[in-house]
């Protein structure tokens, strides 16, 4: 093979090489351009995360307990570990699909600031008012696979920090995204599946005994004032719609 014929050969490979390149940077500034509204909710839950883990670290003298006598009634229920776990599935899914399919940049930015003022909240109560629930049972009346995961939620999950329920706040917010999101006003099956599994994440709280119907009750609402608060801002007159 001759010298001229190698370099041949080395240029070719350097400008294809350059090639998938320019390629490659394409096609992620069209993501970015696309999906870079993804970021705001992105950084706002880093923001969350930070917030939360330096609360449960903070190691407060005295927490407020959290209790009513309505709590007393309710018995506990393991079954119900499963819509409690399928929560941080359905906020997955949810948020997704407002991200990557949702049409209206409106509904989208209104379902971010809804989540974010709520959490908000949340960060700032549990900051100048520390609390915490002693609701869960010292031992199980029964044992099988459901109480072995409600006991790996106990371990991993600790009782401070409940008011008011985040679990509750955020299942109403991304329903209440879901149900009046003008793409999904023909699909009743997935805002009735949505409903249901509403409804069964905020009962499983306190069927767990993670919540007292105190926070539960606190998450409902201040989730109804929130999300009327941010309905007034998003007017319906004022939304917009982006093609992918």
Known sequence: MTL?????IYYGKDEQI?????????VIRKFWDTYSHGAWI?????????????????????YHVIHSVVDDLIPFNEYFIIPYDLWFLYMVIGICWFIFFCRSKTEYYKLVCVLSIGMTIFLIVS??????????????????MFTDMVAAL????TPTNILP?????????????LNSSSQLRQ??????????????????TMFLKQHSV???SMGILTSFAVQMFCDRVFAPETSTVYSK
Request: glycine share 6%.
């Open 42 to 62: 992105a950084a706002y839950m880093a923001f969350y995360m930070l917030g939360f883990f330096i609360l449960e670290h903070a190691g407060h003298r005295h």
């Open 187 to 204: 699909r009743r099956a997935v805002r009735a599946g949505a409903l249901i599994l509403t409804v069964l994440i905020v009962l499983s």
């Open 18 to 26: 350059q090639k998938h390149g320019r390629s490659y940077v394409k």
């Open 127 to 144: 900051c100048v008012y520390p609390n915490c629930q002693d609701l869960r049972p010292q031992e199980f009346a029964r044992q099988n």
């Open 214 to 216: 105190v926070d539960v």
């Open 165 to 177: 329920s985040i679990h509750v706040y955020n299942s109403l917010a991304l329903f209440y995204g």
């Open 154 to 157: 106990y371990k991993t999950d």
């Open 4 to 8: 001229a014929l190698k370099r041949a």
